[in-house]
C-alpha cells in the first residue's frame, strides 16, 4: 500500500506544491480545500502525471461541519501525513477589523488545526509511525501591527506543535511533527490579503516550491521548527536575542512599508 496523505488548503500555493511534491514521492492523497472544481484539477493533474490515486475532499474548516467532516475522514483511513495547510491573513488594525472575518481565522488557524491534528495523532500513535505539518508563519515569533490575529494564531500554532513534540519524545513515539515557517511567499495569500508585492523587497520572497522542499527535507530528518530560508533564519534569531523595543519599533515600520497598516 502507498502511504497516505490529507492536505488542506490543497487547492493552490504552498497547499498544491504539497500535493505535488508527495504525490512524486508516491503518496495517495485526500486533498481537502473549499473549491471542490480546483481541487479536481490538482487531483486529474496528479493521477496522470503519477499513477497515484487523489481523493477530493471539498469541505469549509471554518465551519464546524466541514471540521468534523474531514476528522472523520481522517479516522477512517491509516494517515501517514497531515498538513494543515489551509489559512488566510488580513490587514487593517484590530478594532477597526470585521470581527467575523478575525473569529473566521482564528477558526481555521487554531480550532480546525487542533481538531485535525488530535484524530490523526490518535492513529499515529497508535500504529507508530506517521507525521504531522503545521503550516505556520515567520510571523508566528513576532507580534505585527496590522496582522494582531494573524501573527497571534500562528504562535498559538508554533507553541502547540512543540508542545505535541514534547509529549512524543515522553511516548518516545516515532511520530514527528513540525512548525513550518515561511516567510513572504509566492502565492495566492498575499494576492488576496491586498499586499503591493512591490513594496516588499524582492530577496524576501520564496518561490512555493522552495519552502515544501525544505519542509519535506526537515520532516525527514525530524525537524521541529523549519524556518525558510537563512534570511529568515537570522530575522528569527534576531528576534529572538534583540531587545523587545527595537523589534516592536521594526516591526512597526516593516508593517507600513509592506502595506499591512
Given at each position: 500500500m502507498r502511504p497516505l496523505a490529507l492536505i488542506t488548503g490543497a487547492?493552490?500555493?504552498?497547499?498544491?506544491?504539497?500535493?505535488?511534491?508527495?504525490?512524486?514521492?508516491?503518496?495517495?492523497?485526500?486533498?481537502?480545500?473549499?473549491?471542490?472544481?480546483?481541487?479536481r484539477e490538482v487531483a486529474w493533474e496528479l493521477e496522470a502525471a503519477h499513477g497515484i490515486r487523489c481523493e477530493v475532499l471539498?469541505?469549509?474548516?471554518?465551519?464546524?461541519?466541514?471540521?468534523?467532516?474531514?476528522?472523520?475522514?481522517?479516522?477512517?483511513?491509516?494517515?501517514?501525513?497531515?498538513?494543515?495547510?489551509?489559512?488566510f491573513g488580513a490587514r487593517g488594525f484590530f478594532h477597526l477589523a470585521d470581527l467575523a472575518v478575525q473569529e473566521r481565522m482564528h477558526r481555521l488557524h487554531v480550532l480546525a488545526t487542533m481538531?485535525?491534528?488530535?484524530?490523526?495523532?490518535?492513529?499515529?500513535?497508535?500504529?507508530?509511525?506517521?507525521?504531522?505539518?503545521?503550516?505556520?508563519?515567520?510571523?508566528g515569533f513576532f507580534a505585527t501591527p496590522g496582522g494582531?490575529?494573524?501573527?497571534?494564531?500562528?504562535?498559538?500554532?508554533?507553541?502547540?506543535?512543540?508542545?505535541?513534540?514534547?509529549?512524543?519524545?515522553?511516548?518516545?513515539?516515532?511520530?514527528?511533527?513540525?512548525?513550518?515557517?515561511?516567510?513572504?511567499?509566492?502565492?495566492?495569500?498575499?494576492?488576496?490579503?491586498?499586499?503591493?508585492?512591490?513594496?516588499?523587497?524582492?530577496?524576501l520572497w520564496l518561490s512555493p516550491e522552495f519552502v515544501v522542499d525544505e519542509s519535506l527535507r526537515g520532516l525527514d530528518r525530524g525537524k521541529l521548527y523549519v524556518v525558510t530560508g537563512w534570511k529568515y533564519r537570522l530575522l528569527v534569531a534576531f528576534a529572538k536575542l534583540a531587545p523587545a523595543p527595537l523589534v516592536q519599533s521594526l516591526n512597526g515600520r516593516r508593517a507600513k512599508a509592506s502595506g499591512r497598516i
Open positions: 487547492s493552490a500555493g504552498i497547499g498544491a506544491v504539497f500535493a505535488r511534491r508527495l504525490a512524486g514521492r508516491g503518496h495517495d492523497l485526500i486533498l481537502v480545500a473549499r473549491r471542490e472544481e480546483k481541487l471539498a469541505a469549509d474548516l471554518v465551519a464546524d461541519e466541514g471540521q468534523a467532516r474531514v476528522a472523520e475522514r481522517i479516522a477512517a483511513v491509516p494517515l501517514d501525513l497531515l498538513v494543515n495547510n489551509a489559512g481538531r485535525l491534528t488530535h484524530e490523526a495523532l490518535k492513529g499515529m500513535v497508535a500504529r507508530g509511525r506517521g507525521g504531522i505539518i503545521n503550516v505556520s508563519s515567520v510571523a494582531a490575529s494573524y501573527s497571534a494564531t500562528k504562535a498559538w500554532m508554533n507553541c502547540f506543535t512543540e508542545g505535541i513534540a514534547l509529549e512524543l519524545r515522553l511516548l518516545d513515539s516515532p511520530v514527528k511533527v513540525q512548525a513550518l515557517c515561511p516567510g513572504f511567499t509566492y502565492s495566492e495569500f498575499h494576492d488576496l490579503l491586498g499586499v503591493d508585492r512591490g513594496k516588499v523587497a524582492k530577496w
